[in-house]
């Protein structure tokens, strides 16, 4: 018996050989295998649940870490989240809904695994430090972004783009529909599935190529265009200050049935012959019709290029961003609507922005500035932004040429309702027939016109031509007071 | 030592050497818990100190029963099972965080199993008394395995077995009872008819087969583990089962040939079974298929939880994550069957080898008390328990790190589950009880009780020479 009893406990100390040798492998020799099998979430979801920087506009924090539970120790909190859903996205702490916006496009800032932080890396790898990451700190203005997002009514989609020409800087940059990322962000994982379900139902919202907001929303630019058809013909050498251009109140293309007809909402009919200011105060189409007709499409399409249309915005948006487009292989009635801004002309909100910003800055574009300045957890400075000019839209004497005739248009011209008492204000307004009796309406400009320190821009998708008007102008007023602080 | 006693051995009962290793397992589960805590604020609150002396007072009343009923228990035994209890009431307290309860249910299961451990060897004294009770250990092993097919008893469906009796808000597992019955069965009735079963019967070939009346409780106990599996649908259950009868029948018997016809019989079953329930089958893809995505995703029936066991093993390393800074929460039942991956998690494989080790001790040590036994019931029953605890750490421990096809049998000492715990305990205080009888001194009078000087404040007089109290030779210490 007790030789059968030692020879049971051998077969034990096989067994427990065997189990010896299996956890060996598992957490030795196959451990890096495991490691990086790409069905294991460990390393990555012990990263989500760090700290992440700061996303900060005007000190205050958009978004920041704060303590979790247990399973994960910070999560992402968004003060004021709707506001800056746009600019911030927002970041799912366990994982499971991805990250947006600049969440995602800083992401190795925030977490501290930027090249610019690898010095920081090592430092907190001696000192026994959790990684940190570093704070962002936005140009963005507070009381403007605020400001802008209220111009906005709930259940209407629509666009506002506040930016400094000189500089590039984005002082406000909201859309709507927005929603609140802390309803994504929470640490409930079915709550969370269960918001971004609702938001991916939500009309004007597209979290998932995150080309929603005025960076990536792609509109008809409709009259705002005209900027650009200006900007070529007087480039061209044909055209000047004082030319005089055909006005009739439809254009006709031979041997198609289709007629282009005027702008109905301003005094284009009073005129079959227009200058430069009164086409572009009373939004007239034939004379741009003609005008791109004329020059023919790749003058119009290097124009479009030039202001940025179907161009990458440059390296300090640091946003994901819409590219737009001006389509080529247009027949004649296709251009003669191209050059108003409709057919398949597509542009982000704050392409017209930086369209303007150009004409503002003299021709030149600057780099749109979203980011201001990189710091370190302990203050100092990782990176300090400069503006930086992105390209050269056109010369400063055609720049100031068109400055003017903006003027005109707030001056005696359908932006009227965005004059600021005591302020020169330069403008540009645009209704794109979407087709269905609706419009995309806009508002470009700038103030004060002789020394422009902000440009504007407001776009308010699939509204009727009232309440386009009523959305636009005058809630650039009060943008243009607001920034100057008139 | 003196020459007088070159033909007798003069038995320690080393309760000192208990008391010191006590203190040190406690120290070990106790600073486990503390040092989760550290990370996780919230969890180290006021009444963790209260818990915590708890589980000392327990190990220590068991100690001083130890001192008063079985002096000369194995003093590595109630040290192994204490250090192992005390580092899964750590590990469940961990993971249930601030809001769990699974912890302090562990702690009331403790201390509830720990009582009635020390009722059990306060009362019985010497484990031969169990002799008496073979058949009625049949007849509530029985009813026991029934009580969960029972309709008002049974709990249902747990993750696909029907294990579980419920009574008010308990749940419990009656087969973890019934392993310690059907241990004693086997025990008594192999004891009395082993040499029936030896040398009754034909030899055919090189078999030596015994005559078929004989052969019932062997195909009786087949019978049981296979009802087990197709009725309750456990595989892991049914393997115990299965594992305690040969063992037992191999001891009782010396014979090789059992344990081949056994293995032989096991395989035939589980390839039915593979094939009949798409359980088992499940069960079988998980394992050896485990990456596959199909299989990794599939619920029910996927692989996840044994490939997050292993990646959160991986996570470890040698050193591991440390208490509380890993993330073995993320697979499911952490606490209970995945708990081995846990710790391989956050203590690394030199903790988990080193909890291993604690089980092979403690197994050992019950083989060694078997062997020590001077009666045939107390060897058979001692092996059992032994070896079911090694097959379970083995069932376990395999299916954790996919050694083997995964089941669902406990982790002893460490899983959250009362039935489990209660019945860990109980075998030990058993293997206690063989211990005593197998250590002490061969004495057919009354026991004498009280502390004696070897085991009190006061040291032995010098260090090689120890008192001799009892003159009585016995042949096997340890």
């Known amino acids: 018996m007790n030789q059968a009893i030692r020879n049971a406990w051998i077969a034990t100390v096989v067994l427990f050989a065997l189990l010896f040798g299996a956890v060996s492998y598992i957490q030795v020799i196959g451990a890096r295998d495991l490691n990086t099998n790409p069905l294991n979430t460990l390393a990555l979801t012990r990263s989500l649940c760090n700290d992440r920087g700061t996303i900060l506009a005007g000190g205050q924090p958009i978004a920041e870490s704060v303590a979790g539970n247990e399973a994960c120790k910070s999560k992402r909190s968004y003060p004021d989240g709707a506001v800056y859903a746009g600019i911030t996205g927002y970041y799912s702490t366990n994982g499971s809904q991805g990250s947006t916006g600049m969440e995602r496009s800083m992401n190795s800032e925030l977490t501290g695994a930027s090249d610019q932080q690898f010095l920081d890396r090592v430092r907190q790898l001696f000192l026994g430090k959790q990684p940190q990451g570093a704070n962002v700190e936005t140009t963005l203005d507070p009381k403007i972004q605020k400001l802008a997002y209220g111009l906005i009514p709930d259940g209407v989609q629509g666009y506002i783009v506040v930016q400094n020409p000189k500089t590039g800087a984005i002082l406000a940059m909201v859309s709507k529909p927005s929603y609140d990322p802390n309803t994504v962000a929470t640490l409930d994982r079915s709550a969370a599935a269960a918001a971004k379900a609702q938001l991916d139902g939500t009309q004007g919202i597209n979290l998932y190529q995150n080309v929603s907001g005025p960076t990536g929303a792609l509109l008809s630019p409709g009259s705002v265009f005209k900027l650009v058809d200006t900007a070529a013909a007087l480039e061209s050498g044909k055209y000047n200050k004082d030319s005089v251009l055909p006005n009739p109140a439809q254009m006709s293309f031979p041997g198609i049935d289709y007629k282009l007809p005027n702008y109905a909402g301003g005094q284009c009919y009073t005129q079959t012959q227009a200058s430069f200011a009164f086409a572009l105060a009373n939004s007239c189409n034939t004379p741009f019709a003609g005008i791109a007709l004329d020059l023919g499409e790749n003058k119009i399409a290097d124009k479009a290029k030039a202001f940025g249309i179907g161009q990458d915005p440059g390296d300090q948006l640091h946003l994901d961003y819409g590219k737009g487009k001006f389509p080529t292989g247009l027949n004649q009635p296709q251009l003669a609507q191209s050059a108003i801004g409709q057919f398949d002309v597509l542009v982000t909100p704050l392409q017209i922005s930086m369209l303007t910003s150009a004409i503002a800055n003299g021709g030149v574009q600057m780099k749109p500035e979203l980011v201001k300045t990189l710091r370190a957890p302990d203050l100092r400075v990782i990176t300090e932004y400069q503006p930086e000019a992105l390209r050269t839209a056109t010369t400063p004497a055609v720049a100031q040429q068109i400055n003017d005739w903006m003027v005109g248009v707030v001056d005696n011209g359908l932006a009227a309702g965005a004059a600021v008492p005591g302020v020169k204000v330069a403008a540009k307004t645009g209704t794109a027939e979407l087709g269905n009796g609706l419009n995309n309406s806009w508002f470009t400009g700038f103030a004060p016109a002789d020394n422009p320190q902000v440009v504007v821009t407001i776009a308010i998708h699939g509204v009727d031509v009232a309440t386009g008007a009523q959305l636009t102008s005058p809630n650039a007023k009060k943008l243009f007071e607001a920034v100057l602080n008139k | ?478």
């Open chain 2, 1 to 478: 030592m003196s020459t007088a006693l070159t033909d007798s051995v003069v038995v320690k009962p080393r309760r000192n050497i208990e008391l010191v290793l006590l203190v040190l397992a406690l120290l070990v589960g106790i600073g486990a818990s503390v040092l989760s805590s550290v990370n996780n604020p919230g969890s180290l609150n006021g009444s963790f100190w209260f818990q915590s002396s708890l589980l000392a007072v327990a190990s220590l009343a068991m100690h001083i029963t130890l001192r008063i009923r079985a002096q000369y228990a194995d003093p590595f035994i109630l040290p192994v099972a204490v250090a192992l209890n005390g580092l899964g009431l750590a590990m469940i307290h961990r993971l249930d965080g601030s809001k769990g309860t699974a912890g302090d249910n562990q702690l009331r299961w403790t201390l509830i199993a720990v009582a009635c451990t020390i009722v059990l060897i306060w009362v019985l004294r010497d484990h031969r008394r169990l002799r008496g009770f073979t058949y009625i250990s049949l007849a509530v092993s029985a009813v026991l395995l029934v009580l969960p097919m029972v309709p008002g008893l049974t709990a249902g469906d747990i993750n696909g077995a029907q294990l579980w009796i419920q009574i008010g808000p308990f749940t419990f597992q009656p087969a973890e009872i019934a392993k310690i019955t059907l241990a004693i069965f086997f025990a008594g009735y192999l004891s009395v008819n082993r040499d029936l079963i030896l040398l009754a019967g034909r030899k055919i070939g090189p078999l030596q087969l015994p005559r078929f009346r004989d052969m019932g409780p062997m195909l009786a106990a087949w019978a049981v583990s296979i009802g087990i599996l197709v009725l309750q649908r456990d595989m892991g259950t049914s393997f115990m089962f299965f594992s305690l009868f040969m063992v037992m029948i191999y001891v009782a018997t010396g014979r090789v040939s059992w344990v081949v016809i056994g293995l032989i019989l096991i395989a035939v079953a589980g390839t039915v079974a593979a094939q009949l329930f798409t359980h088992v089958k499940f069960r079988m893809e998980s394992w050896y298929d485990a990456f596959d995505p199909v299989i990794y995703n599939r619920d029910p029936g996927g692989s996840s939880q044994i490939v997050n066991g292993l990646f959160g093993m991986a996570d470890g390393g040698i050193f591991g994550t440390g208490l509380g800074q890993g993330q073995p929460y993320l697979v499911p039942y952490a606490n209970s069957d995945m708990i081995i991956a846990s710790f391989g998690e956050e203590l690394g494989l030199i903790g988990l080898a080193g909890m291993i080790l604690l089980y092979l001790l403690l197994i050992t040590r019950g083989f060694r008390a078997a062997l020590g036994a001077r009666d045939s019931f107390g060897k058979l029953m001692g092996v059992g328990l032994s070896f079911v605890m090694a097959v379970q750490c083995f069932v376990v421990i395999g299916g954790v790190t996919r050694l083997i096809p995964l089941t669902g049998l406990t982790t002893p000492f460490l899983a959250a589950g009362g039935s489990s715990l209660l019945a860990n305990w109980i075998v030990v205080g058993l293997l206690l009880m063989i211990s005593n009888t197998a250590r002490g001194p061969v004495d057919t009078s009354p026991l004498h009780h009280g502390d004696d000087d070897s085991a009190g404040a006061s040291a032995p007089p010098s260090g090689d020479t120890a008192p001799i109290r009892d003159t009585h030779v016995t042949q096997e210490v340890s």
